[in-house]
């Protein structure tokens, strides 16, 4: 389900150690229920699951590091396809390769394009120039109807 995300939305991830596995719970992450997680895992356990090829990846850690997003399955469950399809694709985007200083390249996590409280836009309003973009996206996303969620 993963591949055809990566190939449309994140090519730069191609060749590079994705790999997915299921969690029985969802973790906590900052008092709140995660769908997933996205991290990067290093050691031998990545060295033995990786492919010759994605250890000769372009930032590669010393051939033993690899993105691992683990999924809660009763979420999954409970989740439409387009909820599914969402959430692997917001997990991917934490997956990046970054260019270096020095010119090389690294594997890295990125973190969200915003982190706020709703009652500080309630209160305050958008009072950031980064929140202006996604703003915008929400309100085009919604067009003023609330969606459908139910499974
Ligand atoms: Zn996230």
């Known amino acids: 389900m993963a591949e055809p995300i990566i190939q449309e939305f994140h090519p730069h991830l191609i060749g590079y150690p994705v790999r997915f596995a299921w969690r029985s719970e969802p973790r906590k992450v900052m008092n709140k229920i995660a769908f997933a997680t996205a991290e990067i895992v290093k050691g031998r356990f990545a ?48 997956c990046v390769i970054e260019d270096t200083d020095d010119g090389d390249r690294k594997m890295a996590i990125h973190t969200h394009d915003i982190e706020e409280f709703e009652a500080i836009i309630t209160r305050h309003g958008i009072y950031r120039e980064d929140y202006w973009s996604f703003a915008l996206a929400m309100n085009e996303a919604s067009d003023g109807v609330r969606p459908d969620l139910t499974p």
Do not use: S, Y
Not at 58 to 81: H, K, L, R, S, Y
Not at 85 to 94: I, P
């Open 47 to 94: 060295q033995f699951v990786m492919t010759d090829d994605e250890k000769a990846m372009d930032g590669q850690d010393n051939g033993a590091a690899m993105f691992w997003i683990e999924v809660a399955e009763p979420c999954w469950e409970e989740a439409t396809e387009r909820q599914r399809l969402a959430v692997l694709d917001h997990e991917l985007l934490h």
